[in-house]
């Protein structure tokens, strides 16, 4: 994510009336202010902006109040539509009164007791439960943490402990978290890493299954997964040597990379690679599991069994949470090893148990039908506006890809202008990758909601494509909203 410079260029705000108050519907955004933020939402991204860390992305000035399911008020009163759950997060929506109840119960009894320490149900429970859910054979083991990066670095110290080898190999393309450890594995945008040189852990970072913008310029299936070889000839054979390599890291379908999708066939591949060198497999589903992609895993697709499973975002609906899923063996480190103070806290553990059985009864099923109904939509949507590319992703992970009409190349800056359209109408999206659009609503949205959802993307688009390149702000041409 990208774009909102606040503190750059002044907060915008539509010069038009605003357009979804023309047609409130229950099921989307209903906009009363004149202006967006309105005066208290100014407010809080004034005093924001004296208080809080200048790294944080913010593409618009969404300041909330409360939300229902898919649904948010922010504190002026205006009513969106959350394609974004909190970037991927609000599996069951904001606030589902089950997973409120469970975290009220819990936070009754007590907030923390370390279970790093001491022991309790509540992790037990949710290990348990976690364990028989991640892909794979024979018994598994948990360790908790508090978010995904830290759910990466568990992995990584991991696979290095049992391994005995020093080197990670990861993506082009790839996130995996912030923190120095994992910041070496991520290679998604060049500012994550700017001025924070040298990365500890040593990685080899390698062309994904990018088939809309291949780097070998192939066509699959023709390529043969040239990509797959690529690591093999060139890399191990040249620079990497396999038998130090104690991991792969991949994500499922790259996240932040712009929910880029591997073709099938793909993790089938790496995984005989990962085979023939005793490499272990560890696959990132911090954003792609828990049920985003239809499945409780998004590797599930290619039916491949990886070695280590990353999972936070969506587990606990908001509360803070990471876990790294290991086999029995795989776990075997000694005490003192690895651990944490608030890790597998109670609370949150309480609102993952009770995530994990909304996704169970309704939420798999509700991804699945509604993210093929968005993805059917967003195909027809691509055919209408040239400025589109493609669809990518699975279920309810589903992202447009914008390109300069008639080309595969990426128009960041008219990304950055539908999202902001977007929220102007009362939708929020979120950017992914260079100059996708991404939709990861919460999990619990609705047929309706997505229709609403769509036509305002549709006609976001729409507003954009009519300025035409020309239009543009900074070209000095009057901004027009709608
Ligand atoms: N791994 C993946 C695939 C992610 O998408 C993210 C966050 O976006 C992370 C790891 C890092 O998670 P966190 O921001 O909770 O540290």
Redesign the pocket.
């Known amino acids: 994510m990208s774009t909102f410079r606040a503190r750059e260029r002044p907060i915008p705000h539509p010069e038009a009336p605003l357009i979804a108050t023309k047609r409130p519907s229950p099921h989307g955004p209903e906009l009363i202010t004149r202006e967006l933020p309105g005066p208290r939402a100014r407010a809080i991204v004034e005093r924001d902006h004296r208080a809080i860390s200048a790294s944080y992305t913010r593409a618009y000035p969404l300041a909330m109040s409360h939300g229902r399911g898919a649904l948010l008020w922010d504190v002026d009163g205006n009513r969106f539509l959350d394609f974004t759950a909190g ?2 997060v609000g599996a069951s929506g904001h606030s589902h009164p089950r997973v409120v109840k469970a975290i009220r119960e819990q936070a009754g009894r007590f907030l923390h007791m370390s279970g790093t320490d001491f022991y309790y149900d509540m992790e037990v429970r949710l290990g348990e439960r976690i364990t028989k859910l991640v892909p794979g054979p024979g018994p598994k083991q948990a360790f908790f943490s ?7 670095e568990a992995a990584m110290k991991l696979v290095r402990y049992q391994t005995k080898r020093p080197l990670f190999v990861a993506f082009y393309g ?6 120095m450890g ?1 910041l070496a594995l ?1 290679a998604s945008k060049a500012v994550q890493r700017r001025g924070f040189a040298p990365q500890t852990p040593q990685s080899t970072h390698v062309p994904f299954a990018d088939c809309k913008r291949c780097v070998f310029n192939l066509k699959f299936p023709s390529c043969e997964f040239a990509c797959v070889s690529f690591i093999e000839d060139y890399v191990f054979a040249k620079h990497t040597p396999p038998e130090d390599v104690a991991a792969i890291f991949v ?1 499922p379908i ?3 990379g712009g929910y880029v999708t591997p073709p099938p066939g793909y993790f089938e591949r790496l995984r005989k690679l990962c085979d023939k060198y005793g490499i272990l497999l560890v696959v ?5 599991g828990m049920g985003r992609t239809g499945k409780w895993f998004a590797i599930e697709h290619w039916n491949v069994k990886p070695d280590v499973v ?1 999972i ?2 969506g587990i606990a609906s908001g509360m ?1 949470l ?1 876990i790294t899923v290991a086999s029995k063996d795989l776990m075997s480190w000694p005490p003192g090893s690895h651990g944490n103070t608030f890790g597998g806290n109670p609370v949150s553990c309480a609102a993952a148990l009770a995530t994990i059985d909304l996704i169970e009864e309704q939420l798999l099923e509700n991804t699945r039908k509604v993210g093929a109904f968005m993805a059917k939509e967003l195909e027809a949507m691509v055919a209408r506006h040239r400025m589109l590319g493609w669809v990518n992703g699975m279920g309810l992970m589903l992202a447009v890809e914008v390109v300069e009409p008639g080309t595969s190349h990426g128009d960041h800056d008219r990304r950055d202008e539908i999202i902001q359209a977007c929220f102007e109408r009362g939708l929020l999206t979120l950017g992914a990758g260079p100059s996708a659009v991404r939709i990861s609503p919460p999990l619990t949205l609705t047929r309706a909601q997505a229709q609403v959802g769509l036509e305002i993307l549709d006609e976001a688009v729409g507003a954009v494509e009519s300025r035409g390149k020309r239009g543009r702000p900074g070209n000095g041409a009057k901004r027009r909203v709608g």
């Open positions: 970037i991927a508090n978010s995904g990066t830290e759910a990466v790839a996130f995996h978290g912030r923190t994992s991520t994500e790259q996240g932040e990132d589903e911090v954003q792609s990353t936070a975002k803070p990471g």
